[in-house]
């Protein structure tokens, strides 16, 4: 990860001896080293399933583990065909490995962002040099889309990370690896070829076709720029076929045959429907991933406006660039328009490109932040007292207008406070050689980490009671409510999946057809929102504190309509 020819410049540039050289190289190396664990698999079960996805995809991955059938994914017994199986076998191997536990449903994308990350330090360190290569290990896995999607048990992560393996073997198939100091290799770099089609396959079981068409328009671009199309068609060698055949096809062919529904489900209606309409109620404008990307790079957001500015101007005026760099924009890109593009948007749709346009910042902060230190320092500067300004807004609006959320305006002052102690500690880069300065750069990660490492106690902090059905599901049992006798109401769709996870059935909604469930579970103070309505209802002893949910024990059905009716029929008999 570290050659002794950048640690010899790194002490030259600090004016370090040797010894200190070396010290350099260990304290880079355990930076590098926590970074990657504290942000990755640090705190994986700190909360509950939460959203939709989540309980849903973890408990697909539990049935397929108890009930042996890893083809057909079902929820609640039905097919389920929203998505392809890749991350429920990984969960579900985990969950037969180290129980089931959220830490091992999350456990997938964690691996599956470390992956991605060290594959893109290796093209970092074969591209620009073991500098980028240690940058890209510090920036990348910092960022909140990263550290957020890595703690995700669902499909972004996982496609993201196996798409970039296999784009990173795509940039050696296309000879962009190879310098003067490459030793001579076969001609055919055979071994790329297999992990080429190993790897997109991969990504195809994670969300579906789309990996062919960020690949296949990436490279597209690539050759268009740099009229190197013939080489790109070497991303079509026999070898690569076979190998992302072999890895993605079995399943699909496996699974289409046990349902004949598949295709129309699976392909039809969750991919192209998906993109090309907005079926799905995901309707976003086109440059609604603006700032999605924003967010996705803090605390760094300020490098990257600072480099997408200064990159655009330089490749404005010499209307040129190295092959090396065409690649990871011609990725970024593509990625970025061709989701803009589509009717339906989610945050999570852009994950592949993160990868790629961090490659390009860490190459442009080592290459051009020395040469341009005053702008970019500048800019950093700002960056930080615009969030130490947030946080002192924050803690002198607290006590008058924010009031009843005291809890949760500690949480995000301490967050913008961290953020801008990390621009800070940037922006000092390289300032002075002969004082702990010089190692402020590299100490900007710190901030981020200490945030990661405090992040239980802050969602602790933050919300006023569990954002998932874990503790209400604890709740239900403390008090051995039977769950057929249970039906939820005004509850949001997250929780209620959640709840049908952790409960391992599936709780009806209170309905006409389910209202004669003996309680309800809602998360308001009465049964009287509820519809049908009951006629009498009684709550129970329940932690509301901690749950955010209410419990009813059905005295008596009725309806909205006929409620007053029955209700006189009621206190006539009584």
């Not at 609006?397 to 809890?407: A, D, F, I, Q, S």
């Amino acid at each position: 990860m570290l050659d002794s020819q950048s640690v010899d410049t790194f002490a030259q540039t600090s004016g370090s001896s040797p010894a200190t050289s070396v010290i350099a190289k260990i304290g880079w190396g355990a930076l590098i080293v926590a970074t990657l664990y504290i942000c990755y698999f640090s705190h994986l079960g700190a909360i509950g399933f939460v959203g939709p996805d989540e309980p849903r995809y973890a408990w697909i991955a539990r049935d397929m583990m108890e009930t042996g059938d890893w083809v057909t994914p079902r929820l609640y017994g039905k097919p389920w065909f929203e998505k392809p199986p890749l991350l429920y076998w990984a969960a579900g191997l985990c969950f037969k490995w180290f129980g089931v536990s959220e830490t091992a449903a999350r456990l997938p994308s964690a691996i599956s962002a470390l992956m991605a990350t060290l594959a893109l330090a290796w093209l970092a360190l074969r591209l620009y040099g073991a500098e980028t290569a240690r940058w890209l290990l510090l920036l990348l896995p910092t960022t909140v889309g990263m550290i957020g999607f890595s703690h995700a048990a669902a499909t972004d992560m996982p496609f993201s990370g196996m798409l970039t393996i296999a784009m990173v073997c795509a940039a050696v198939i296309l000879g962009l690896t190879r310098d003067e100091n490459t030793p001579i290799l076969p001609r055919t770099p055979w071994l790329a070829f297999i992990l080429f089609g190993f790897f997109l396959g991969l990504a195809v079981l994670a969300k579906g076709p789309a990996a062919i068409i960020l690949c296949g328009g990436a490279v597209f671009l690539w050759a268009l720029f740099t009229k190197r199309g013939r080489d790109a068609l070497r991303l079509l060698h026999p070898l690569g076929i076979v190998a992302f055949c072999a890895t993605a096809l079995p399943w699909y062919i496996v699974c289409a045959r046990r349902n004949p529904d598949f295709f129309r489900v699976f392909i039809i209606e969750h991919n192209f429907k998906r993109y090309l309409t907005p079926e799905f109620q995901h309707i976003q404008p086109f440059w609604f991933y603006a700032p999605v990307l924003l967010v996705a790079f803090l605390p760094w957001t300020a490098l990257l406006i600072w480099f997408s500015v200064h990159g655009a101007i330089q490749l404005w005026r010499t209307r040129c660039a190295k092959e090396s760099t065409w690649f990871p924009i011609c990725w970024a890109v593509f990625c970025i328009v061709f989701f803009s593009v589509s009717q339906s948007k989610l945050p999570g749709y852009i994950l592949p490109a993160l990868p790629a346009i961090t490659l390009l910042i860490s190459h442009q902060y080592v290459s051009k932040a020395i040469v341009h230190r005053k702008s970019f320092r500048l800019l950093l500067v700002l960056a930080s007292f615009l969030f130490l300004a947030l946080l002192a807004i924050i803690v002198m609006t607290t006590p008058h207008v924010l009031r009843g959320h005291e809890r949760a305006s500690v949480v995000v002052a301490t967050v913008f406070g961290l953020m801008g102690a990390a621009n800070l500690l940037l922006a000092f880069d390289g300032a002075s050689h002969k004082s702990f300065l010089r190692f402020s750069a590299p100490a900007s990660v710190l901030p981020a980490l200490l945030a990661v490492l405090l992040s239980k106690s802050f969602i602790e902090r933050y919300f006023q009671w569990d954002p998932s059905g874990r503790t209400i599901a604890r709740e239900l049992q403390s008090k051995n409510i039977p769950t057929g006798d249970l039906a939820v109401g005004k509850l949001d769709r997250g929780r209620h999946y959640s709840l049908n996870f952790y409960l391992h059935e599936e709780i009806q909604d209170w309905n006409g057809e389910s209202s004669d469930r003996q309680y309800v579970l809602t998360n308001t103070h009465t049964c009287r929102a509820l519809d049908p309505v009951p006629l009498a209802c009684e709550p129970l002893p329940f932690d509301e504190t901690s749950t955010g949910a209410f419990l009813f024990h059905v005295v008596m059905r009725g309806s909205a309509r006929g409620a007053d009716t029955d209700r006189r029929q009621v206190q006539k008999k009584e």
